[in-house]
């Protein structure tokens, strides 16, 4: 399959908004793509997905030539001889270069000058000043592209769960999604492995309760985060600030636990809206989706004879500026999530 990947005609600079669209389905003419950063689990995550592109079956172990870039700082040319090199069974091949670093810009610059390759190099390195010349070089030119492999922010970190989750065809109820974001952290790689254990922990069921994934990826706190979600719903504010202080004892960020709240309360919104147009309680909290939790109904049908449409909404934007003050005032978040949680769960007055 000769002439796969030609010489473009100009540079295409690759905005970060745009990777994810390059990795399911990267140019044809890029011949050489640069993965490099610390995260080492966003970048396997990554190369697995480019993989998945390039060839049609990544996990072929005969399609991946695997090279070092110590055996190329010995023998340069080899990586010319792999790019250029038919495929003895047929199909995609694809070059892999590990722990690569300025040592082996002249080669790649070589690679890239030669107008037709047979297959697609994949350069894995680690940290790269932006004075590197194996960076620049991947920045620079048309035929290739550098990826940078960096933590994720909070809002990237929520987006890459959501579409992961959703990849697996999973529905997840908002307050189990906020605490998925806050246990699972930024490393793509714990997050891929963390969701596939969620994805079977679920079998043939679809929809996600905060249960499920405090029994699969959770600890004993989640339990105690559960119960603070119908304690301020409920009215209870004794149950409220014990179970917040197990919390905070337990080092769970006050950012994280508002979030789960905002979820919880965002639905118990949109519940008693429906009950306001005059669907039944019982009514609506047996058609909700994802569903209820059986052992949970009670408590959010008293939460619905308790709170007005009106009173969630006032609670869920009392949550939402205690995010907004945990993120930008450097108030102690301990006594914000307190005084949230309190101000919440006194409800109507």
């Known amino acids: 399959m000769g002439g796969l990947f030609r010489a473009p ?6 905005q970060p908004r745009q990777i994810r669209g390059f990795l399911e389905r990267p140019p044809a003419a890029v011949r050489v793509v640069l993965l490099y950063g610390p995260d080492r689990g966003l970048a396997a995550e990554r190369r697995s997905r480019l993989l998945r592109a390039w060839l049609d079956d990544p996990d072929d172990a005969m399609a991946v030539t695997v090279l070092e870039a110590d055996l190329l700082r010995g023998d340069p040319a080899r990586l010319l001889d792999e790019v250029q090199a038919y495929s003895m069974l047929g199909g995609r091949r694809v070059v892999r270069v590990t722990e690569a670093g300025d040592g082996l810009s002249k080669i790649v610059q070589a690679v890239l000058d030669l107008a037709v390759t047979e297959a697609p190099v994949l350069i894995e390195a680690g940290e790269l000043a932006a004075t590197s010349s194996l960076r620049k070089l991947c920045e620079g030119r048309a035929n290739a592209a550098a990826l940078p492999c960096y933590r994720l922010e909070e809002r990237d970190l929520e987006q890459a769960i959501r579409e992961q989750v959703q990849g697996l065809g999973l529905r997840v109820e908002p307050a189990a999604f906020a605490f998925l974001v806050a246990q699972l952290g930024a490393d793509a790689l714990i997050t891929r492995s963390e969701l596939d ?19 699969c990826i959770g600890d004993s706190s989640a339990l105690a985060l559960e119960a603070l979600l119908h304690a301020t719903t409920t009215g209870d504010a004794g149950t409220a600030m014990r179970l917040v202080e197990r919390l905070l ?26 009950v306001e147009r005059g669907v039944a309680p019982a009514a609506v909290v ?9 052992k949970a109904k009670p408590r959010v049908l008293a939460a619905l004879g308790r709170l007005g449409a009106a009173d969630c909404r006032a609670g869920l934007e009392a949550l939402v500026r205690a ?27």
């Open 9 to 14: 005609d100009r540079r295409v600079k690759l």
């Open 197 to 215: 254990k969620l994805d079977l922990y679920m079998g043939e069921r679809r929809d996600v309760r905060l249960e499920d994934v405090a029994a």
């Open 249 to 274: 004892a337990a080092k769970h960020a006050p950012v994280a636990v508002v979030r789960v709240l905002q979820g919880h309360w965002q639905r118990l919104w949109r519940l008693r809206v429906e």
């Open 286 to 294: 047996e058609a909700a989706r994802p569903p209820i939790f059986f």
């Open 323 to 349: 995010e907004r003050q945990l993120k930008t005032t450097g108030l102690p978040a301990a006594d914000v999530l307190r005084q949230t949680v309190l101000r919440v769960t006194a409800g109507p007055r």
